[in-house]
């Protein structure tokens, strides 16, 4: 018997865009991490997708406007969180000293308390100098001159919420050393390697010193104001459209707590809806899916039972008006030995 809940095969802890492709098909996700038999070769072959290639050189495009990647050596799981921290620290800092925005943040949190540790990547956080408000902005590629369906609206809806849930709470001071020992499985107390102490703001030498410095900073900035998705054309990166998210948090926790049902294996995986259907066709599992297969199979059962209720009110039909006729014969007898008008007077 397999124990492992989803959240086990994730290896206890999710991206944001996880929980935000669990809007479009929860069944997609879960075979991401547990492909359906017979079809390793799916995700071992990387096919290459020209659009989500576009995709990425636009936004390595816009991250090189602002930043210059340097890339540092690691050799522990210590070494590779601290790098996160640092780089969450240098975009604080920036946006903290003035700069009107930075671009690729990466964020960690638990958000609702739900006991899942969740990371992501901001693709940008714009600061208003005078005001001091920070807005959240989202870019979106798009291979046409469109903005896409409500379906993949919502999965961007509550990508962009979690942010601004997770940066809120890393600002409220709602993440502790204790969440990030327990639920990351590191040592906060273990030397880091020379190369990632060189990057350190200060002469910070674990993950408990950084994370300190990353608190104490947090607590200096203001709470998110705007989420906004900016579609842009891929051709010309011409803008599309720019959309404005309005933070919801009641609908983000009820969402959520559903997805984490699933992730602790409270409930059973669920596809998409027979009304969502054509999500299928652009879906690598679509030949291989449990789900599909068996709302397939309800609609064919459904479509068998439909046909037999038809043609039992057929056959009903059929005998009622066979009845009225030979009534109507019946009284048409009676009145011409009688010499009285029909009783009956029916007309088909
Ligand atoms: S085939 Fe459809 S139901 Fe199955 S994983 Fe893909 S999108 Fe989801």
Same mark, same amino acid.
């Given at each position: 018997?397999?124990?492992? /809940?989803?959240?086990?095969?994730?290896?206890?802890?999710? *991206?944001?865009?996880?929980?935000?492709?669990? &809007?479009?098909?929860?069944?997609?996700?879960?075979?991401?991490?547990?492909?359906?038999?017979?079809?390793?070769?799916?995700?071992?072959?990387? $096919?290459?997708?020209?659009?989500?290639?576009?995709?990425?050189?636009?936004? !390595? %495009?816009?991250? %090189?406007?602002?930043? /210059?990647?340097?890339?540092?050596? /690691?050799?522990?799981?210590?070494? %590779? *969180?601290?790098?996160?921290?640092?780089?969450? $620290?240098?975009?604080?800092?920036?946006?903290?000293?003035?700069?009107?925005?930075?671009? @690729?943040?990466?964020?960690?949190?638990?958000?609702?308390? !739900? +006991?899942?540790?969740?990371?992501?990547?901001?693709?940008?956080?714009?600061?208003?100098?005078?005001?001091?408000?920070?807005?959240?902005? =989202?870019?979106? /590629? #798009?291979?046409?001159?469109?903005?896409? &369906?409500?379906?993949?609206?919502?999965?961007?809806?509550?990508?962009?919420? !979690?942010?601004?849930?997770?940066?809120?709470?890393? $600002?409220?001071? #709602?993440?502790?050393?204790?969440?990030?020992?327990?639920? #990351?499985?590191?040592? !906060?107390?273990? @030397?880091?390697?020379?190369?990632?102490?060189?990057?350190?703001?200060?002469?910070?030498?674990?993950?408990?010193?950084?994370?300190?410095?990353?608190?104490?900073?947090?607590?200096?900035?203001?709470?998110?104001?705007?989420?906004?998705?900016?579609?842009?054309?891929?051709?010309?990166?011409?803008?599309?459209?720019?959309? =404005?998210?309005?933070?919801?948090?009641?609908?983000?926790?009820?969402?959520?707590?559903?997805?984490?049902?699933?992730?602790?294996?409270?409930? =059973?995986?669920?596809?998409?809806?027979?009304?969502?259907?054509?999500?299928?066709?652009?879906?690598?599992?679509?030949?291989?899916?449990?789900?599909?297969?068996?709302?397939?199979?309800?609609?064919?059962?459904?479509?068998?039972?439909?046909?037999?209720?038809?043609?039992?009110?057929?056959?009903?039909?059929?005998?009622?008006?066979?009845?009225?006729?030979?009534?109507? +014969?019946? %009284?048409?007898?009676?009145?011409?030995?009688?010499?009285?008008?029909?009783?009956?007077?029916?007309?088909?």
């Amino acid at each position: 018997v397999d124990a492992a /809940t989803p959240l086990d095969l994730a290896n206890r802890w999710l *991206f944001v865009t996880d929980l935000a492709q669990q &809007s479009w098909c929860e069944q997609q996700v879960f075979y991401k991490f547990r492909p359906p038999r017979d079809t390793d070769d799916l995700l071992s072959v990387d $096919i290459p997708n020209p659009s989500v290639e576009k995709g990425s050189i636009i936004h !390595l %495009a816009r991250e %090189a406007e602002l930043h /210059t990647k340097v890339p540092v050596p /690691t050799t522990t799981k210590e070494d %590779a *969180f601290a790098v996160t921290v640092i780089n969450i $620290i240098g975009s604080l800092r920036r946006l903290l000293s003035g700069s009107p925005m930075v671009r @690729e943040m990466p964020i960690f949190g638990m958000p609702f308390d !739900l +006991g899942i540790f969740v990371s992501g990547i901001i693709d940008q956080v714009q600061c208003d100098p005078e005001s001091m408000h920070y807005d959240i902005w =989202e870019l979106k /590629t #798009r291979s046409s001159m469109s903005v896409p &369906s409500g379906a993949q609206k919502d999965s961007t809806k509550i990508q962009v919420m !979690l942010y601004k849930k997770m940066l809120d709470d890393l $600002i409220l001071n #709602r993440i502790t050393h204790r969440m990030i020992e327990k639920h #990351r499985k590191v040592d !906060l107390y273990l @030397e880091l390697s020379l190369s990632v102490q060189a990057e350190c703001p200060g002469s910070e030498n674990n993950l408990h010193q950084l994370l300190s410095v990353l608190f104490d900073m947090g607590q200096k900035m203001t709470c998110v104001s705007q989420l906004f998705v900016e579609y842009c054309y891929q051709e010309d990166k011409s803008a599309i459209a720019l959309e =404005e998210v309005q933070y919801d948090e009641a609908w983000l926790c009820q969402k959520i707590t559903h997805y984490s049902e699933f992730w602790y294996g409270k409930r =059973e995986v669920c596809g998409v809806d027979i009304e969502e259907a054509w999500k299928c066709h652009s879906c690598d599992f679509q030949d291989h899916c449990a789900w599909r297969a068996m709302k397939a199979d309800e609609y064919t059962r459904k479509c068998t039972q439909q046909k037999q209720i038809k043609k039992n009110i057929s056959v009903c039909l059929r005998g009622l008006f066979l009845l009225c006729r030979m009534l109507v +014969g019946a %009284a048409t007898n009676i009145s011409e030995t009688t010499g009285y008008p029909p009783l009956v007077s029916i007309e088909y």
